[in-house]
Every structure is written in structure tokens, then in C-alpha cells.
């Protein structure tokens, strides 16, 4: 059998893949690598029978060295946002080597529209995308909609006063829950699609703030406002409550995303590579109630 490869293999979405590898997809664990930062997370695993290799994407040569042997490999893009222009050389570190490695099929997590994005980091994502594509390698990208995991970060605090200010105007978006987000990673690497794709894999619902209030409040069983407010407003607002810079510059810019329209497509492709619906909002929250209230 071909060997699967994961990288960010500790990350809550490369675990999910993991996960959805061995039990949804039925690959045996011999055919599976995880690779990691640090294999020493690994453990719990390795101890399943999942070969556990070193992989940064800072070392273009020991990511040679862990992709060696391997059919297909998904390429998780990583957290690196502090530093610009790190985290765009990290994935063309993570492409040269899977060529060189003699890697016969790529898949890569992307964002939806890297090309008109106004999110401050869709240019690692639009690069990445190009570098896969100069590379000449057969690929799979999988261009992931915003979670709906999201979400919990940000509305137990909203729902304790209240109030969600946000600048996102009449735009809609159509999230995706992380977990469906692995679900189709692992079914694309398992079984990748003819030919060189670029899938967009998105809820089946496009909801503004008001509609996403709604589901909120119904499942935390609390009221919650929409304070539609503007881009300055916002970033001054996140930037007093003390978040870092490039964080405040994130949050904003995908809001400024989601009002230019840029986040509200629906597509077909997340049911055509699992065979079933997205989790819809409402059901994630219900599922989620305790961190939601918490
Ligand atoms: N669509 C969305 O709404 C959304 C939301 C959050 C994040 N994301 C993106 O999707 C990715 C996975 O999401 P997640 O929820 O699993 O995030 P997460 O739990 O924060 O995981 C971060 C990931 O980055 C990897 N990473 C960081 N530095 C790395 C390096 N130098 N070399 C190789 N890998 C590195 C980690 O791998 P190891 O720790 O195993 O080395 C881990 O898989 C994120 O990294 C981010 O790019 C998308």
C-alpha cells in the first residue's frame, strides 16, 4: 500500500486527519505517517502503529529526508503569523522537498479566494498555491473555509456581555467545522481526486452576523446582540483589549473579508469527496454548548 503522509500531525487538524484515516477512511495504520515537529507527541501514535517522522518546515533537508518513501503527502499550513513572509517560505520549504523527495501527489490546506482575499495572510496561501503549481508536482488543494470552531475563542466573551461587535456589514460566510475540514482531507489523501484540483470546502449554509447571532444565542440559550461597527473601530477596539498587532491586523482583515463578499461561496466539494453534508452551524453549537458557555 502507498504510504500517507500528514505533517502538523499534533496539530487539532492534523490529529483529525489522523483520526479520520484510521476510523472514517479504514487506512491501516502501518500505511500512515505522522509527522511532526516533535515526535515525541507523537507517542499515543506511534503506540497505534503509525510511523512517527521529524518534520519542521523551517529544514528544507530534514523535510527531504521525512518525506522520503512516502506516495502522498498532506501538507498542513502551519501557525507561523508573527513574522511576515516566514510562513510562505516555511510551505515552499515543504513543496521543494516533496519534490525532491520524489513525493508523487500533494495536497495543501488553503483559504478560499487567496487571490482576492483582503485577510492579511492570504499571500502565504496564494504563494504557496503557485509555488505547488510551478513545482510541476500532481496536487490536491483543499482550500479550507473559516471553522466554525472559530467561534469559540471569540463568543463566550461576547455572550458574557452581551454584545458582538464585529465589522462584517451585511457580508455572509459559509464556515465549516475543523473536524469536517479533516474528514475531506483524509478521504482526498486516501483517495485524491483525477487530475489537479483546487477544492473549496465550505458549509452548505452562507450566514451574516445576524443569522450567526441567532444560532448562538439559541444555543447558549443567552441573547446576543450585533453591534456592527468599522474596521477602525474594530481594530482599535481588539488593540485595546491589549491583542498583538499582527492578531488585531488578522481578525480585522477577515472581517473586512467577509463584508467584501469574499468568504460567502457555497460548494458542493466537501460532499463530493466524503459522500455526506457539512455539519451545519447550528449543529456544531448545539454539540458545543458547554465551550460556548463556558
Ligand atoms: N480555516 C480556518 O478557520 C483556520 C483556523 C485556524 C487555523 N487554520 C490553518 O490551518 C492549520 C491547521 O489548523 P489547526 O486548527 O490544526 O491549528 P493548530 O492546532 O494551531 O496547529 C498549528 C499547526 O501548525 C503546524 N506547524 C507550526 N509550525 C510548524 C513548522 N515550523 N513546521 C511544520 N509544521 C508547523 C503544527 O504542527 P506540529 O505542532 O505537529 O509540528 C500544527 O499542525 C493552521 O496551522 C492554520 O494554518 C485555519
Same mark, same amino acid.
Do not use: M
Given at each position: 500500500m502507498a504510504k500517507l503522509l500528514v505533517t502538523g500531525a499534533n496539530g487539532q487538524l492534523g490529529r483529525a486527519v489522523i483520526r479520520h484515516l484510521l476510523e472514517t477512511v479504514q487506512v491501516p495504520a502501518a500505511d500512515i505517517v505522522a509527522a511532526s515537529r516533535d515526535t515525541s507527541k507523537l507517542a499515543d501514535l506511534a503506540a497505534l502503529g503509525i510511523e512517527a517522522?521529524?518534520?519542521?518546515?523551517?529544514? +528544507?533537508? $530534514?523535510?527531504?529526508?521525512?518525506? !522520503? =518513501?512516502?506516495?502522498? #503527502?498532506?501538507? %498542513? @499550513?502551519? &501557525?507561523?503569523? /508573527?513574522?511576515p513572509g516566514a510562513r510562505l517560505q516555511q510551505h515552499s520549504n515543504a513543496v521543494n522537498a516533496a519534490k525532491k523527495a520524489g513525493v508523487s501527489h500533494v495536497l495543501y490546506t488553503s483559504m478560499p479566494n487567496p487571490d482576492k482575499?483582503?485577510?492579511?495572510?492570504?499571500?502565504?496561501?496564494?504563494?504557496?498555491?503557485?509555488?505547488?503549481?510551478?513545482?510541476?508536482?500532481?496536487?490536491?488543494?483543499?482550500?479550507?473555509?473559516?471553522?466554525?470552531?472559530?467561534?469559540l475563542m471569540s463568543m463566550p466573551h461576547n455572550l +458574557?456581555? $452581551?454584545?458582538?461587535?464585529?465589522? !462584517? =456589514?451585511?457580508?455572509? #460566510?459559509?464556515? %465549516? @467545522?475543523? &473536524?469536517?475540514? /479533516?474528514?475531506a482531507a483524509a478521504a482526498a489523501l486516501a483517495n485524491p481526486p483525477a487530475g489537479n484540483q483546487t477544492?473549496?470546502?465550505?458549509?452548505?449554509?452562507?450566514?451574516?452576523?445576524?443569522?450567526?447571532a441567532a444560532i448562538v444565542s439559541k444555543a447558549a440559550g443567552k441573547p446576543l446582540d450585533?453591534?456592527?461597527?468599522?474596521?477602525e473601530q474594530l481594530a482599535a477596539g481588539m488593540a485595546a483589549a491589549g491583542l498583538p498587532d499582527f492578531v488585531v491586523r488578522m481578525l480585522a482583515s477577515a472581517d473586512a473579508n467577509v463584508a467584501?463578499?469574499?468568504?460567502?461561496?457555497?460548494?458542493?466539494?466537501?460532499?463530493?469527496?466524503?459522500?455526506?453534508?457539512?455539519?451545519?452551524?447550528?449543529?456544531?453549537?448545539?454539540?458545543?454548548?458547554?465551550?460556548?458557555?463556558?
Open positions: 517522522r521529524k518534520a519542521d518546515f523551517t529544514d +528544507e533537508a $530534514g523535510l527531504e529526508a521525512a518525506f !522520503t =518513501g512516502v506516495e502522498r #503527502v498532506l501538507i %498542513i @499550513s502551519t &501557525d507561523e503569523l /508573527a513574522v482575499s483582503l485577510v492579511s495572510f492570504a499571500p502565504d496561501h496564494l504563494g504557496t498555491e503557485e509555488a505547488i503549481k510551478a513545482s510541476g508536482l500532481s496536487y490536491t488543494i483543499l482550500r479550507n473555509a473559516w471553522y466554525h470552531d472559530n467561534y +458574557e456581555g $452581551g454584545k458582538w461587535f464585529t465589522a !462584517t =456589514g451585511e457580508g455572509k #460566510v459559509a464556515n %465549516i @467545522s475543523r &473536524d469536517d475540514c /479533516a474528514r477544492l473549496t470546502l465550505t458549509g452548505s449554509q452562507s450566514l451574516n452576523a445576524d443569522q450567526i450585533v453591534v456592527q461597527v468599522n474596521g467584501a463578499g469574499n468568504f460567502d461561496l457555497v460548494t458542493g466539494d466537501f460532499k463530493a469527496l466524503t459522500g455526506r453534508d457539512p455539519q451545519s452551524l447550528q449543529a456544531f453549537f448545539e454539540e458545543s454548548r458547554a465551550a460556548l458557555v463556558g
